[in-house]
Every structure is written in structure tokens, then in C-alpha cells.
Nanobody
Framework: QKQLVESGGGLVQPGGSLRLSCALS????????VGWFRQAPGKDREGVSC????????VVADSVKGRFTISRDNAKNTVYLQMNSLKPDDTAVYYC?????????????????WGQGTQVTVSS
């Protein structure tokens, strides 16, 4: 049973930072791609970033480029999303998800296993 569990969300002021974690169990990060997705109130879920657990290659959405950094720790079987310079528009439930294969993309339909989400609220 593949499981992904997000943590690290919370309330932060504009300009602040948070680091989200996605802990994988039941499978090895080294052989999968893990992506971060988010769904803001009243909006569709969108891709944020993804990382190839084997190569470390990444994709970052234009909306967060330069502010968010995805990384991995294969020893801990965990993927991180470092979020800096947070804006109110970053407020969303953030999900991590995984897919097999070497194609690095943010096509949600091809991600097969999903976490429960963690709430990030950016507000004064």
C-alpha cells in the first residue's frame, strides 16, 4: 500500500516561509516522481512542482518559480517543498502525489497515489 503524508502547513504572514514535507511509505522515492499540487478556495487544483526521486530533476510552475524549491531526502524517503516569500494567493490545500516512470511533468491525471493534503494559509 503506497502512502503519502503531507505535513508542515499552517498560518504564515505574507513574505514568510514554510517547509512542507511529504513522507512516503510502502514504496521507495528513488524509483518514483513526486509532485506537489495545490487547490485554492474556489479554484481548480494546479501543479506546483515535481521531482524525480532518482535523478533529482525538477519541474517548477511559473507561478512559484524563484520562491518555491522542491527537494528530496532519499534516506528519509521524503520530499520537501520550501516556500519562501509567501503571498496570499499561495493560500491553498497542498497535496503531494506520486507516479512511476521517468517522465517529469505536472499532469495530475498521471499521478496515481495522493496524500491527504495540508492547509497553507497566508494572511495578515
Amino acid at each position: 500500500q503506497k502512502q503519502l503524508v503531507e505535513s508542515g502547513g499552517g498560518l504564515v504572514q505574507p513574505g514568510g516561509s514554510l517547509r512542507l514535507s511529504c513522507a512516503l511509505s510502502g514504496f521507495s522515492l528513488a524509483y518514483y516522481t513526486v509532485g506537489w499540487f495545490r487547490q485554492a478556495p474556489g479554484k481548480d487544483r494546479e501543479g506546483v512542482s515535481c521531482i524525480d526521486g532518482g535523478s533529482g530533476g525538477t519541474v517548477v510552475a511559473d507561478s512559484v518559480k524563484g520562491r518555491f524549491t522542491i527537494s528530496r531526502d532519499n534516506a528519509k524517503n521524503t520530499v520537501y517543498l520550501q516556500m519562501n516569500s509567501l503571498k496570499p494567493d499561495d493560500t491553498a490545500v497542498y497535496y503531494c502525489a506520486s507516479k512511476s516512470g521517468v517522465s517529469l511533468h505536472l499532469q495530475q491525471a498521471l499521478y496515481t497515489d495522493w496524500g491527504q493534503g495540508t492547509q497553507v494559509t497566508v494572511s495578515s
